[in-house]
């Protein structure tokens, strides 16, 4: 179980990190100011939005995760979903037991075996993880979808 104070804390809202992101990914933000949401997921979405914290591990660096984060700070905005970010990533190059240089990235990568980014880590009001989707969602499915079903299992 995760301590969402904690997190809270540790974490950044997403639509900061997005803003944050600007110069530094700005096909991150692109993808922000041009994609379209699936309205009708978004609004199912928006009915677990008061029992469902999405925890996510970024890095401007990351292709999957400038397709996937925005989506997450557009549902943020439009379904009220709350989406925290650890952000700034950076792989561990000389140590070959660690996958990531903690500092820069936050040691929550550990709590929660992050492996592969973007790790969109979905928790309940209790802090327990109730779904995961590592990278991308599955094939043929949005990101508002995979989310949904989560939600909804």
């Known amino acids: 179980m995760h301590d969402l104070y904690k997190i809270r804390a540790a974490s950044e809202p997403v639509m900061e990190y997005v803003e944050a992101s600007r110069e530094k ?4 933000h692109e993808q922000y100011e041009t994609y379209r949401l699936d309205e009708e997921a978004a609004a199912k979405i928006r009915y677990y939005s008061d029992r469902i914290l999405v925890v996510v591990f970024s890095a401007e660096w ?8 925005p989506i997450l700070a557009l549902l943020n905005r439009e379904a009220g979903l709350e989406v925290r970010v650890f952000g700034h990533l950076m792989r561990d190059t000389e140590d070959d ?3 990531w240089m903690i500092p820069p990235s936050p040691p929550e990568v550990d709590d929660f075996d992050v492996v592969k980014i973007p790790h969109i880590a979905v928790l309940d009001m209790k802090g327990e993880v109730v779904g995961e989707i590592i ?3 599955p094939r043929g499915k949005s990101l508002e979808q995979a989310l949904l079903n989560i939600f909804e299992s």
């Open 25 to 28: 990914a700005p096909r991150l």
């Open 62 to 69: 990351c292709p999957d995760c400038h397709r996937n984060v």
């Open 97 to 99: 037991e660690r996958r």
């Open 135 to 137: 990278e991308n969602p």
